[in-house]
Structure formats: C-alpha cells, structure tokens
C-alpha cells in the first residue's frame, strides 16, 4: 500500500488568509486526489491533480478557490483561498496505487477559520 | 454519490458478537467497491473491497457482500472488537471517481 503523508496536520487560520497543504507520497502513482470531509460527514471529492496540466474539478469547486500543484508523481498541494468559517474541514490527500488500483488517503489535514 | 447528513447512523454491538453494517448504492453502473474504516482523527484506512463481477469476499474477520440486483452492500465484522470502534464509509467507483456513502458509526461496548 501507498504510504501518504500530509503538512500541517492541523490549523487554526484567519478569514481572509490562504492555506496550503501539502501531500507526499512515498512512490509514485499517477492518480492522485484531494477530498474535503465537513464536520461529522462523509468524504467529497474536490479535484483530481493531474502531473503536468491543470487539475480536474468536480462541480461546485473551483481553480481560484483551490488551487492545486503536482509537479511530479509523488507531490502535490492543494491551497484553500481566501478562507471562511465554512472552510473549516478536514483536507485529505488520496491516492490510487497497485495492481488492483486500489485508493488510498492520508492522514488529513484538519482546518479551522475563525 | 449519496446526499449526506448531519448525524451518522450509529450501530452499537458487544464486544464478541458479529456487527453487519450495510450500504445502498445508486449507480447501477458501478463496477468496483470498497469499505473504509475511519478512527477518530485519522484519516479513511482501507478494509476490503470487491468488483462487480463477484457477490461475496472475504478476508481477515470481514466480509463484504454484493447484491447487484437491489444495490446493496454489507460489511460484517465477526467478533467484533473494542478496536472496530469507529465509523465505516462504504464507497463506490464508476468511472475514475470514487464516491463515498453516509457512514456508520459502529460502538463497541464491553
């Protein structure tokens, strides 16, 4: 299995400011996701990052709202923008490694904005 | 994927008896299946998961069951544990994403 690895593993931010976490892989995988779970909810998918082009969104999230990097095939990072208290949530790296394709997550990173 | 809640159903069970947890899924399309186990401040671990070709799997303690005809999942722990404690997503894949259920909140009380 992939192991995964996230910074910072929480947070306490200000409305207004940018957030970014990074996600570390210890082997390269080409799928790699971010996914967003509210308070006492299940897991949303937030984009897909894709090596070498633009991430790909899922509806009701957007490139200036969460930005995402993956310069290579073990890294990426996602930046919450412009925060608010609704940000508040856990931000959890994904990846799909192995034969069976099979997905794995992170540990999370878990964001309050006051 | 499934429209989610506030509170997660909860399934309280004794230590030593088998705990059932079940899923129902909407896309008759999808292929591949999974169920995670979520600790408190950890992130989703995988368990077990089964293809659509297949209605029953198992593995260590755990056993996944398909019905394709009523989309239906279930996972059933056998002798159920203090560390099962915690809640348990079903999740469903057609097409590259991976969408996840409500989640069950499995208590196991000594």
């Known amino acids: 299995s992939a192991v995964i690895s996230q910074k910072p593993s929480r947070d306490i931010c200000q409305r207004g400011t940018s957030l970014t976490i990074q996600c570390q892989v210890d082997?390269?995988?080409?799928?790699m996701f971010w996914y967003r779970q509210q308070p006492g909810q299940s897991l949303t998918l937030i984009a897909t990052a894709n090596q070498g082009s633009e991430a790909t969104y899922e509806s009701g999230f957007v490139i200036d709202k969460f930005p995402i990097s993956r310069p290579n095939l073990t890294f990426s990072t996602l930046t919450v923008s412009n925060m608010s208290p609704e940000d508040s949530s856990i931000y959890l790296c994904?990846?799909?490694?192995?034969?069976?394709?099979?997905?794995?997550f992170g540990p999370g990173t878990r964001l309050l904005v006051l | 994927g499934e429209s989610v809640g506030l509170h997660l159903p909860t399934l309280s069970v004794q230590e030593g008896d088998n705990s059932i947890i079940n899923c129902a899924y909407s896309n008759s399309a999808s292929d591949y299946f999974i169920w995670y186990k979520q600790e408190s401040g950890k992130g989703p671990q995988f368990i077990i998961d089964?293809?659509?070709?297949?209605d029953k799997r198992q593995g260590q303690r755990v056993t996944v069951l398909l019905n394709k005809t009523v989309k239906h999942l279930s996972l059933q722990i056998a002798a159920t544990q203090p560390g099962d404690s915690a809640v348990y997503f079903c999740a469903e894949m057609s097409g590259y994403a991976l969408n996840f259920g409500k989640g069950t909140s499995l208590l196991v009380t000594p």
């Open positions: 089964i293809r659509s070709n297949m």
């Open positions: 082997s390269q995988v080409t799928m």
């Open positions: 994904s990846v799909r490694s192995g034969a069976q394709g099979t997905q794995y």
